[in-house]
Structures are given as C-alpha cells and as structure tokens.
C-alpha cells in the first residue's frame, strides 16, 4: 500500500464514526484517496455522509495515526487486501441494525493472517462479572478449540474474555482480540499485558484509530465484528443485561451459529444463557460440540461414552426373566414364568440365553442369578 | 362397583404383565367379567393373549388383593370410571414402543380425583444420585407449582422424585407418585413415611396388584404413566444413564412438553439435562416457566425484570453524544462535536435533552456528565 493511500485509509477511519455505509459507498465509486480528497473538501453530493464527516473533516491527524500503528509495528486492513476476511455483512446494507455494515479499515497488530484465522475461528465471549465456574468453562472451551487449530475470538474484557485469551495463548494457540478503542489504548488497563502479548502472537483488531477512547457505543458496534470473524458465537456467562447477548444477536443476524453454556439456574451470571437457550440458542458443554459448528464439514464431535449394562442387549422377554429372578435365593422354570407373566417353553429358552451371557446360574433345577456381576 | 366386576378388574390386573393391548381389546369387546371368565379357562382365540396370560391364568388372587386395597383405603380405576382421565395413549396403538399403551386398571391410594389431577399437572423427575443443586431445584419447582395449583407428578423414588414431592406436601399441594410395585410394598422402603403421607394427601397409583416387587422393566413401563398424567415433564438432573430421559422420550412420544432443567456443565448429574436441552426440550428455570406450559391459555411466566439504565431511552444520536463526555472535566460543544462525529447543531440539541433527562450538566458553556447518577 502507498503511502498516500494508506494516509486515505487512515484519514477515512477516523473522519466518520464506523461504521458509515454512506462512506463506504464513496469509497467504492471513487477508491480511498479520491473519497479522503472529497470528504476533506466537503465536496459531497451524499448529505448524510456530509452531515457525518461534518465535524471531523478538518481535522487529519492520518500521519500520527499511522506513525503510531508503525511503532506497534502493525497494519491496515482494508477491503481492498487479501488479507480481508469474508465479513458476509453484505445482507445487512440498510435494514434494522444500523450498525450493520462491513468495517471499512481494521488496524491491525499481530503476526496471524485475519482471513487465515476467520475460516476457522469461535468466539467466547461473556461478563465481565464472571464467575469461578465460568472463568473455567470459558479457559476449558478455549484450550480445546485451540488444542484443534480453531482460533478464539472475544473482546479482551475482564471475565470470560480474558480466561479465553488466556487459555488459547497458554494452548500456543491462536486468539484475536477486537477492542472497542484504539489499539494503543489498552482497555481495560488491568489487561494491558494480557492485551500485548495477543498483539504479540495473535491478533489484536480494532476498527477505531489510535487514541479513541472505547464507549458504550463503540463496544455495541464492536460485538458485530466479533461475530463477524466466527463460525459460532459461545456465550458462556451473561448476566440479565450483559453485552454478550448483544454479540449472540449479531451472530444470529449474521447467520452464525450462536451457542450458549448452561450454569446453574441459581447463578445470576447464567440468567443470560438460559435465555439464550430458551430463545433458541445451541447448548454446548464442551469444546467438540463448538468444533462440530465451526469446523469443517463432517467434523462431528464424538458421541460421549454412555455407561452400558449387560443387560442393555438382552430382549424384552429375557429382561422379564431376568426381573422375575429374586435378588438373593433360586427359583424354578415355573416361578419364574410366573413371576415374568411369560409362558414357561419361552422362560426355558430365555433362562438358557441368560445363563450363556452368564447373568443367571443353573443350580439342580433351580436358577438364581450369577454373582459375578 | 360390584364386586364381581372389581374382582374381574383385580384378576385382569394380574393375569397379564402389564400393559397388554390385547388383554385390552378382550375386554372393550366383552366387558371385563367376561373377559376373566375366558381368561380363566383359557377359551381365547388370539394367541398371543393366550401366550401372554398362560402363566399366570390358573391362580386367582383377586379377593386377597381387593383386600389389601381396602385395608390401605384405596380404590380401582378404571376406564370405565369418571375419575379416569385422558391420557392419550390412542396414538399409540402397537407401534414402536410396546408399553405405549393406556393401563388397564390403575391400584389407587388416596383423596385426590386422578382426572382432576391430569388437568393440571407436571411430572417433576430425576437421578436419585441428585445433588444439593438438583434437590434445591427440585424443591423450588414443585413448590412453586403447587402454589399455583398444579400438581406434582414423580415416581416416589429418592433423589429429585422425594424432593419434589416432599416440597409439593409442605406447600400444601397435590402430589401423585406413580409406583412401579404393588402399593402396598413402599419402595425405596426409606421412603415408606414418604409414600403414606402421598397416599393420605395426595394420590399414590400403581399399574400392578398388590404384593408385586418393583423391576427394571416395571420402572421403565411405569415411566410411561408419569408422563401421560403430566402436561410437562421436567427433568431437573439426569445422569448419562437416567430414568428420567426415558420419562422425557414417552413425555415426547405422548405429545407431552419435554423440559430439562440445566446445571454446571462440570456436573455429570446435569450431563442427561444437557443432552435433552441439545436435542430440543425446553429449558426451565423457575416455575413460572413450567406453568406456562401445562397452564390455562394465556397463563404466561411474567418477563423477568431486566436492570435499566436511564442511557436506555436515548437515540443513537444522544447516546454518542453523552459518550462523547469524559468522565470528570467538561467539553464544549464543538469538542463533543468532534469526539462523537456529530455535526454540532445536532449535538446541542441532544445535549439539551440529555440536560432536560438529568443526564449531563450545562456549566459556563461546557457540559459535563451528570454526578448524580
């Protein structure tokens, strides 16, 4: 990229809150440099876009933004890179969720490639009131998703967020942060570290320039990128009101897969994935059931080991016999056939099949049941 | 009822191992007098009911068991009484689950009118391994139903059954065990105090005759009834290999509302819960929801109560702008302006709201964030 194309870029991303589809659209028609030199000028037919650029057109600090990014040694990324991922905002263009539109610069830090990572990615996300239980479900899921090369998206926040990161890095594994703020601007302040070693050897994303302070908007608009860069959304704690909901919404608009951890129905941190759950979301309780989403075709999560009895194989007339015989003591052919309501040629039958399986015992002419069970 | 018909009733109780369509469709078509007298001499022309009542069709222990039944104070149900309810076993006829058929004759115990029962009624089942959790819940379950005159179904056993129907007693509500023995042999025997006190307040029903032992394969037919007698069946915990998810499958077969309660996913008394929450039944988690379901038209669980936030009402417009405010010092307006991307006429007029909501403070041409939140 140029240096005057990526200035554009960098001129663009902060002239207008994101994301601004009316911005989009210039930039289309026109290419990045063209569409900065116009919004720069004011020279805009698009009122909208006039009145959105208006307070910020005068202002380029492109070059210090930019400076910035290359002290932290990271890169833009545009529509226009190969490195773009498949967003699939595409149906999203003018409908109800305003916010709904494909970012138009991610400022990026991180030696993972964001397409590489996208075709394979979940998202974990959750409170960051979390738990005990929660903090573990969340680093659980996250080691297994990484232990199976899927990488673990979430939002950097304290809480869920940060036992996912935490666990995919102490997996070696890959984990993308997408923060709400700019990417110099560490946020929370306890996760600066945490935050710089995912810049280090993950990915960590954000769609604002440097200095932009995270708000509570900015974090709503940041969730659609979170679930935008995953096959499935989990939700594994959410409180009544949590912004995990909000990323479980954007998943469902998006067409990805949203998932929730069930708790315990005393825990207020589980309130959210219970509704959730009740609304349609899918319940996963370990990582192969979020592999199954995400993975490829076929990739189907083993079927859990049930406990099985020796009477599992047995027929329905042998399970009677077998009932009728008491716990302790011995019983005739008759007794049994009696006991089971089963006529006595059958039981003789059954009795022979059981004794074979070597559940039942023969004893002069008597049968008890075997004790070696 | 007379008595020769009670005693035929008693006789056809036992003759067959319950349930036996065709012991059913003998006596539909010739009463149930009728029907014993030609069991009794064996004088039947369906082989298969011949085979299924050779064993036992010779000993007749009809008057003893009518008189255990006397002595408990108890009473037969059939369909030709008014108190039997519609259990919906019609579609059932002979298809894939043998057992899918209506009783023939019900041993009851207790006080309660069994069709003004089932009206109005949720089976509340689980492991009998349950955890302080699943009791807790249990519990709170029930009493909640009860409090709201619904009755509480379960299968008198320990664990999740004795919870609920001991928490169902002590609010003072109708509580039905359906047993999987004769009523008069209590089991579990540590639960004996538990089933007098179900069979003097509520209703204790059984399919078979006095003095028959409860088996693996009476459990599972009895299962059946548990959930035809309920609107709902909820499974509060499951391990890998429970009982209740076979409760669940007839609650499903029969047409039944299948509900699972969720737990931590770290416990394996939730791991059969879990598995019906994945495959489709609905989750509960107070009893609101349950009433819901098994409850008058329009009887709706009341939305639970989600904190607010006073920033909920806003526009997205005011919502950037109050954003845009730091959390201590003040901006101008051309300050916010640029930090929200707002053009600045638009900004003082939100401003000017966010002022009149008590949201942020107006002070010698600068806002700030109000403190009083």
Redesign the interface.
């Known amino acids: 990229m140029s240096t005057e194309v990526e200035r554009a870029w960098a001129y663009l991303s902060r ?3 994101p994301p601004c589809p009316e911005l989009a659209a210039l930039v289309d028609r026109v290419g990045p440099v063209a569409a900065a030199d116009k919004v720069r000028r004011g020279d805009l037919d698009d009122d909208r876009l006039r ?6 057109r005068e ?1 380029d600090c492109a070059q210090a933004d930019l400076d910035v990014l290359a002290r932290m040694g990271g890169r833009l990324i545009t529509a226009l890179d190969h490195e773009w991922p498949l967003l699939n905002f595409v149906a999203f263009g003018n409908v109800a969720r ?1 916010q709904g539109h494909s970012p138009l610069v991610l400022w990026a830090v991180g030696p993972v490639r964001l397409d590489e990572v996208a075709v394979r990615a979940a998202a974990i996300v959750g409170t960051r009131a979390a738990t005990a ?1 929660g903090e ?2 969340a680093a659980d899921l996250a080691a297994g998703l990484v232990m199976r090369d899927v990488a673990v998206v979430s939002g950097g926040a304290f809480g869920i967020d940060g036992a996912a990161h935490r666990a995919a890095l102490a997996g070696d594994g890959v984990t993308v942060a997408v923060v709400a703020g700019g990417i110099d601007l560490p946020y929370p302040a306890g996760h600066a570290g945490l935050l710089r070693r995912i810049a280090q050897d993950g990915l960590m994303l954000s769609e604002y320039p440097p200095g932009c302070r995270p ?4 974090f709503l608009t940041r969730n659609r990128l979170v679930a935008a860069l995953s096959g499935a959304t989990v939700v594994v704690e959410a409180g ?2 949590s912004g995990a909901a909000n990323t479980a919404g954007w998943a469902e608009a998006l067409g990805r897969s949203v998932c929730a ?6 825990s207020a941190a ?2 959210g994935c ?1 509704r959730l ?2 609304e349609g979301a ?2 996963v ?2 990582s192969e ?1 979020v592999i199954e989403l995400v993975g490829r075709m076929g990739e189907l999560a083993p079927v ?4 099985t009895s020796p ?1 599992d194989a047995l027929t ?1 007339t042998e ?2 016999v ?3 015989l008491p716990k302790r003591g011995a019983r005739t052919a008759d007794e049994v ?2 006991g ?5 040629y ?2 003789l039958g059954a009795l022979a099949t059981l004794e074979v399986a070597g559940l039942v015992v023969h004893e002069g002419g008597r049968w008890r049941m075997s004790r070696r069970r």
């Open positions: 002239v207008a809150e009145q959105r650029t208006e307070a910020r202002s305003p239980y573990h479900v708000t509570r908007s900015r009544a009101r951890v069930p708790g315990p129905v005393t589980s309130v219970h759950l009740r899918t319940l309780s370990r059931e859990e080991q049930r406990p009477l329905d399970r009677r077998h009932d009728a056939a009696f089971a309501g089963i006529p006595a059958q039981v």
